[in-house]
């Protein structure tokens, strides 16, 4: 359970950083089964729907920068969500009633594992509130050398910056906007078992990863379950119907019930369009749309 400081913390700046946030059990059984899907992938020589290839991956060098949808290859992953410190956590900060959005282990390989430009995660998938927010996990030790989560106080308050370049959605802040305040960034770095929490609306990203370890970070973006996503946003859900997308939305109930009463709050948005020629994953969307770099040298 949070401290009322902590709660405080996170309120005021749109981030936090919990330690042993998963028991070593459930950290080893997640190591394994990630370090598993990594030597899996040796046979894969196109990203596919399981997988995004990193630049230079082959059979004997594994480079991955993500595994998709990862609480739907192994039960281990859904398992630690519903089942550690982490539930604790969500209801804290967001009530009774928990749906997943989505998630995502970013792999980050070493050597030069690709940076995640700044940007919001509201920018992606707006709602009717802004109840939502983003879990990384650190399934090893992660320092300033591989590729940190860095993450602007305050931002969440703040306005919802363009994330276009060349008037397409690139899913990146240009790094020359005014209201982009580098400056104030904080690098969060913790030993394997902590983790991050941040704000749908805080500024966020990530350097490439320069050392020789791999950045093992598992992602949940969550929300209570009256935020419902506004039409338009990048979000699958709107492709797969009606039927499908109530079907979905049990599926992905991390605590509590659904509900068919949105909250609307008045919050800042800008829709995600049009989009970037391949919107397959953000590594992807940030390429394809021409982002800007903020890391580059």
């Known amino acids: 359970m949070l401290t009322q400081e902590q709660i405080d913390f996170y309120n005021e700046n749109g981030y936090l950083l ?9 950290l080893d059984r997640l190591r394994r089964v990630t370090y598993n899907l990594i030597d899996q992938s040796r046979t894969v020589t196109e990203s596919d729907n399981q997988v995004d290839l990193d630049d230079g991956h082959s059979a004997d060098n594994p480079r991955l920068t993500r595994i998709k949808l990862p609480h739907k290859i192994d039960p281990v992953y859904w398992d630690v969500l519903v089942n550690s410190r982490m539930t604790k956590v969500l209801n804290t900060l967001l009530g009774e009633n928990v749906l997943l959005q989505t998630s995502k282990l970013n792999t980050k390989a070493p050597g030069g ?4 430009e700044w940007h919001q995660d509201w920018a992606f998938y707006p709602a009717t509130n802004d109840s939502m927010l983003a879990f990384g996990l650190m399934l090893e030790d992660v320092d300033h050398a591989n590729g940190p989560l860095q993450v602007i106080p305050g931002s969440h308050k703040g306005p ?11 899913g990146a ?3 020359d906007d005014p209201d982009f305040h580098h400056e104030k960034a904080v ?27 791999n950045r093992l970070i598992l992602f949940y973006e969550c929300h209570a379950a009256d935020a419902w996503p506004l039409l338009g946003a990048s979000s699958y859900l ?8 109530w079907e979905d939305m049990q599926t992905r109930v991390v605590t509590g019930e659904t509900t068919t009463v949105p909250r609307v709050e008045q ?16 590594f992807k969307t940030q390429k394809t749309g021409g982002a800007k770099s903020a890391f580059a040298a």
């Open 160 to 170: 919802v910056l363009a994330h276009t370049m060349d008037g397409v959605f690139c």
């Open 267 to 282: 919050v800042p948005v800008r829709m995600p369009l049009p989009p970037a020629p391949d919107s397959g994953s953000i």
């Open 238 to 245: 709107h492709t797969i119907g009606h039927r499908a997308f």
């Open 18 to 26: 919990v330690e042993d946030a998963v028991t070593s059990e459930q």
């Open 187 to 213: 690098t969060l770095t913790g030993k394997a078992g902590s983790m991050t929490v941040h704000h749908v609306r805080a500024l966020h990203g990530s350097a490439p990863n320069v050392s020789d370890r």
């Open 173 to 175: 802040v240009n790094p």
């Open 113 to 116: 594992g690709q940076a995640v």
